[in-house]
Every structure is written in structure tokens, then in C-alpha cells.
């Protein structure tokens, strides 16, 4: 019998984690990675920190040296673009004519930037942040005292800001939104991560649509719908990302704002497991289908998909958290915030740099923003999913120790 | 190269070459042992690469911050050699060093 074959379409951090667990959970035969960016999986989070500044280079990002994936016989082939699956014949076809069987396949698409289709935006000096290869085009651009713009508010936007300021870059955010990171948290955090910005000397202007970009051989201001216009040596643009599904509508799978899987990440093909970025699941604790944008997410699913592919199945049920760094700033989330009915402050986001914020739904918690907080970060996530009512007074108390608000084990 | 050697929950011991300059952690993600989730990346914000370090190294590893400090109070079963591996850097001097992995992590 010929050996079996799985083929994991994406190499970041859901495709790489789920060919390694493939073989920690006994896969025998064939493993074999496509990615279309020239590196070994990597870790994206540094790209607008430490990487952007240069303290970081691609090796000390991979996330396994390449050594390890031949120990385990996993064949990675980088700078490839799937162009096509048959899920009839069970081919992988590549874009530059080749296929290749499979007897399983993981999807592990992730997910790319959303563009904004203005004038000038091709404009050299305009980027996006996504890959290696994005901050390689930027560096050349990030000069102490020159001007760069941020458009958007959002996670990306601001840890790219923090990072730029601290380098001595003159930095301007523009958000659309009236505030920023309006998707993802209370007014009470984006009103502190806009003190703090100005404090660090970052100007964040909220309630501002960017409709374009100007400049002779490279962009040199960024135009605004009320009138406005910035200076800019540089613009990096962070307005989202849109999950890579195509392969997997053209192919027939099911898609709901993502490759819909079920707890075991499997998705509507019995042999073809999703993972990352690129899915939409049910979520247990929140009770409706969702998609996340995280590396947690990335990481547990794929090793939930290995384990189904392996005819090992276990269920998915991992509370979603994310952190976000800037300048003296680490800033913890567990859960997800969207309809809270009321919001717990522990500490005060108006002075310092150091408090938590409980998101509430009928008395439960089921949020926490942590900034510079690491037990109310570790400690809400148990309030979380233990999904326990908890009394408002003792958790607004900083001086009650955040451990004697679970109960005792 | 620095030898690690690293003790899973169930009695499993892996002793491994790691570079140094990286992390107690890197060196178990690299060579897939399990007990070492390390969801974060190393940046010391998930608690979930918690190990034991054996009390003949305790003295030998800089001590750690108060942001390491305050997520080791919150990770099941704490102890006094708890750390975050993310945050123990491999240095010539620590070879030989053994750590020992939680059952949380299992």
C-alpha cells in the first residue's frame, strides 16, 4: 500500500503547529506543508514590534529552526500558491501546473490585509503590515524625526504607532471610527490608549475617513474626507483582514465569514480540517459562530485538527484571549466584550498606566481588558469560564486579591 | 551547545542541545516536548511554558521580574522554583540545567 499523504495548505501559525502535532499525535505517512511567503512558519506578533524596529531578525522569528521539521520528516515547500482543489480526485493542484494527492488535506489559510482602494494608494511609502516582506519594504522608511501616518486604530494600527514614536518618528493616527479600537473594547480603553499616545507624543485623530494619497515619486500627504491633510513620509495602513476562503468555496466546502468547521475542525469534507484565521466556529462559551484573529486560536485548532485527522478526535473549547503591547503597555484580553450589559473597573484608566476591565453580561463575567495587570488577566479568564456570578464591589476593589473572588478549589 | 534536560509530568526525561541565547522554551517547543505550550511566542504574557526549575539551578537563573512574578501567582500549582521557561535565557552557564513541567500542561 502506498504511503498515506497529508497535505497542510498554509505554513504560519496554524499550519506549522498542526504538521507538528500531526506527528506527535502518530501520523505515519506523508506530511507536507505549502506556503506561499519564502520563510519557515513564523511568529507574526513581533512584525510591528521588535521586528519592526530591528532588534529582531527572520531567524530569531521562526518559530522551529528548519532542522526540526526534517527530525520529524515534515517537507515544507515555501514560495507556492495553491490554485486549486479536487476534492474528487483528492488533488492539490499548484498554480504553477503541478498536483499532488492527498488522503488528507488541513487548511490553514489565514487570512490577508484588507486594502482600501484610494487614489494614490499604490504610491510608494504606502504599506501595509502583515508579513516579513511588508516590514522589509517599510524599514527603509522608518527615519527618527520624519513623519509617519497610521490609518486605522485598531490593534495593528496602534502597536505599529507606539513602536514608530519610540523609534523618533513623528507619528499621526487617523481613525475613522469616533474612537479608537471601537470593534474591540469599552470607550473607557480607548479613551486611556489615546491619553497614553499623547502622552508618549503620538497624535490619534478619531472621526477622520482617509480618501487619499498624494505625492510625486513617493507619497508625501495623506488627504481626508472633512478637508484635512497630514504630512507623511511614511503611511502604513491596518484597517482589518479578510479571511483566505476561496480555495475552499471553489472547491464547495461550506464558508460562513470563514471555512466553517465543527468542534473538531473539521470542516464539511469529512477528509479537509480547518484551522486559524481562515475559520468560523461555533464557540461554546460565547453560543454563536465566530471567526477569531488570534494566535491562541491558531495554535489550539490545529492541534485540534491534527488529532481529528489522526482519528483522534477532541473538542475545541478554548476561551478566546489576545494581548496587544505598546510602549510600557501589556495589555492582556480574555473573552470576548461584544454585548456586555456592564462594565467593571478595577483601578482607574483615567491616571496610570495599571487597571482591569470586567465586561459583564447578566452578572457574569465574560470579558477581561488587563493592561499591566497580569493577575486580573489570569484570574478573570477562571471567572470566565467558569462562568461564575461575581460580586461587583469586591471586583472593582483592588485591594481584594483577585484569587478570593473564585471559589476555593 | 548547553544541554537541557526536561522532565515531563509522566516521568519522561528529554535532554536536549539548546542554543544559547535562546530560551529554556524555545528549546522544548523546538524539539516538540510536550508540556510546554507556549501559546504566546516568549512574550511573557500567557503563563502557559511554567516549569520547575530543580533547586540545585535555582540560584544560577536571574531572578524574575515582577510582571513574571505576578502570572506566576495565578498558574496552577505554584511553588517556589516556579518560572515562566519563556523567560530563562540559555547561557553556557546553565548547561546541565534540569526543569521539570506541570501537570497543567500535560
Redesign the interface.
Known amino acids: 500500500m502506498a504511503e498515506t499523504c497529508c497535505i497542510v495548505i498554509g505554513a504560519s501559525h496554524a499550519g506549522g503547529q498542526l504538521a507538528?502535532s500531526l506527528?506527535?499525535e502518530g501520523w505515519q505517512g506523508r506530511i507536507l506543508v505549502i506556503g506561499d511567503e519564502h520563510y519557515l512558519p513564523y511568529?507574526r506578533?513581533?512584525l510591528s514590534k521588535t521586528f519592526l524596529s530591528g532588534e529582531k531578525h527572520v531567524e530569531d522569528l521562526l518559530?522551529?529552526?528548519e532542522t526540526?521539521y526534517e527530525k520529524?520528516n515534515i517537507e515544507v515547500m515555501l514560495g507556492q500558491r495553491v490554485g486549486r482543489l479536487d476534492r474528487e480526485r483528492k488533488l492539490v493542484l499548484l498554480e504553477d501546473g503541478t498536483d499532488i494527492a492527498y488522503d488528507k488535506l488541513a487548511l490553514a489559510t489565514g487570512s490577508r490585509v484588507r486594502t482600501l482602494d484610494l487614489p494614490g494608494a499604490d504610491l510608494k511609502g504606502v504599506h501595509y503590515l502583515r508579513n516579513i516582506a511588508d516590514v522589509e519594504n517599510i524599514r527603509p522608511f522608518v527615519m527618527p524625526g520624519k513623519k509617519a501616518v497610521i490609518v486605522g486604530g485598531g490593534y495593528i494600527g496602534l502597536e505599529t504607532a507606539a513602536m514608530l514614536r519610540q523609534i523618533g518618528m513623528d507619528v499621526t493616527v487617523l481613525e475613522a471610527a469616533e474612537r479608537v479600537l471601537s470593534r474591540v473594547t469599552a470607550p473607557e480603553l480607548s479613551a486611556f490608549y489615546n491619553r497614553v499616545h499623547s502622552e508618549e507624543g503620538a497624535d490619534v485623530i478619531t472621526g477622520v475617513g482617509v480618501n487619499s494619497f498624494s505625492g510625486k515619486k513617493r507619497v508625501n500627504e495623506v488627504g481626508c474626507d472633512d478637508g484635512s491633510a497630514y504630512d507623511a513620509d511614511l503611511v502604513i495602513i491596518g484597517v482589518g483582514v479578510i479571511p483566505n476562503t476561496e480555495l475552499a468555496s471553489e472547491a464547495g466546502l461550506e464558508v460562513d465569514n470563514g471555512i466553517r468547521v465543527d468542534d473538531r475542525c473539521m470542516t464539511s469534507d469529512p477528509d479537509i480540517a480547518a484551522a486559524g484565521d481562515c475559520t468560523s466556529h461555533f464557540n461554546t462559551f460565547y453560543q454563536r459562530q465566530l471567526r477569531l484573529e488570534s494566535?491562541?486560536n491558531a495554535?489550539?485548532q490545529a492541534r485540534v485538527a491534527a488529532s481529528a485527522l489522526c482519528d483522534k478526535p477532541n473538542q475545541y473549547n478554548a476561551l478566546p484571549?489576545f494581548?496587544s503591547?505598546q510602549y510600557d503597555l501589556?495589555l492582556?484580553i480574555a473573552g470576548l466584550s461584544q454585548d456586555y450589559d456592564e462594565l467593571v473597573l478595577r483601578g482607574d484608566p483615567g491616571t496610570g498606566r495599571k487597571f482591569a476591565a470586567f465586561y459583564l453580561r447578566q452578572g457574569r463575567v465574560i470579558a477581561v481588558d488587563a493592561v499591566?495587570s497580569?493577575?486580573e488577566f489570569?484570574?478573570g479568564k477562571q471567572l470566565i469560564s467558569k462562568m461564575l456570578e461575581v460580586d461587583r464591589a469586591d471586583l472593582a476593589n483592588p485591594d481584594i486579591p483577585?484569587?478570593s473572588l473564585l471559589p476555593r478549589a | 551547545m548547553p544541554v537541557v534536560t526536561y522532565i515531563s509530568f509522566n516521568g519522561a526525561i528529554n535532554d536536549v542541545e539548546v542554543q544559547s541565547g535562546t530560551s529554556v522554551m524555545q528549546g522544548a517547543v523546538d524539539n516538540m516536548i510536550d508540556g510546554i505550550v507556549a501559546e504566546c511566542g516568549g512574550s511573557c504574557s500567557c503563563a502557559t511554558c511554567h516549569c520547575y526549575v530543580d533547586e540545585a539551578w535555582v540560584q544560577k537563573i536571574p531572578p524574575a521580574s515582577e510582571m513574571e512574578k505576578d502570572m506566576l501567582e495565578c498558574v496552577l500549582e505554584p511553588e517556589a522554583n516556579s518560572r515562566l521557561s519563556c523567560q530563562i535565557k540559555v547561557t553556557d552557564e546553565l548547561d546541565g540545567l534540569v526543569v521539570r513541567l506541570p501537570e497543567s500542561q500535560f
Open positions: 507538528v506527528r506527535q511568529n506578533p513581533p518559530i522551529r529552526p526540526q520529524v494566535v491562541q495554535m489550539d484571549w494581548w503591547d501589556k492582556q499591566n497580569p493577575q489570569m484570574f483577585m484569587r
